[in-house]
């Protein structure tokens, strides 16, 4: 009987919102192609897709590094089927001034939901885990997803980006409520 090489992945512990590592400023990753640096995107890749996110920032996991992994299309069942993207030491810059509000929620904070402002198109840049540079263009959802991991890096969270904490809701109370609060902030 052959026995099949399988690579030990393992399941992270996610931070939730009040621990400081998600209240600081990650910091650059020495080596992108580190041995470690796999190890880690491996362990998140699996953390996020056992969470069911689309996203998740290595701070989330007690790393307080610049790197985040993030699904890249803007249908969700579409992205279940690629492996995530990994950007090491990404940038990001905005496309225009256009905001546009959306319903965001995150790993670090179970539970709630709410409408943030983000830039409606933006240019990102990165490394991947083979030392290559990625540049690319963004707008909608994956706009959203990069931009709400990479201010992880930055010890922001989405709460913080919010102008009306009113529409911050339990996702238990969003069938009833959510609609109306988008509709009111897109008309102002």
């Given amino acids: 009987m052959l026995l099949a090489y399988i690579v030990s992945m393992a399941l992270l512990k996610i931070a939730r919102m009040g621990h400081p590592v998600l209240a ?4 650059p990753v020495a080596d992108p192609c580190a041995e470690e640096i796999s190890r880690l995107i491996a362990d998140m890749a699996e953390t996020m897709a056992d ?3 689309i996203g998740l920032a290595a701070p989330q996991v007690y790393q307080p590094l ?3 992994l993030f699904r890249d299309v803007d249908q969700r069942d579409e ?8 950007l ?4 990001i810059e905005p496309l225009g001034e256009a905001s546009v509000p959306g319903l965001e929620g995150c790993l670090s904070i179970p539970g709630l939901r709410g409408i943030v402002p983000r830039h409606a198109q933006i240019g990102y840049r990165g490394t991947t885990p083979e030392g290559k540079v990625i540049e690319r263009e963004a707008s909608g959802l ?6 709400h991991e990479v201010d992880h890096l930055d010890g922001i969270l989405y709460p913080m980006r919010m102008t009306d904490l009113r529409q ?3 996702e238990s109370e969003l069938r009833h409520f959510a609609p109306v609060a988008v509709e009111e902030e897109q008309s102002r």
């Fill in 79 to 86: 992205a279940q089927d690629r492996p995530p993207v990994a």
């Fill in 168 to 170: 911050l809701s339990f």
């Fill in 51 to 53: 969470a069911d996110g």
């Fill in 24 to 27: 600081q400023t990650a910091l």
């Fill in 88 to 91: 090491i030491n990404p940038a």
């Fill in 66 to 68: 610049r790197l985040i």
């Fill in 142 to 147: 994956h706009a959203r997803v990069v931009q």
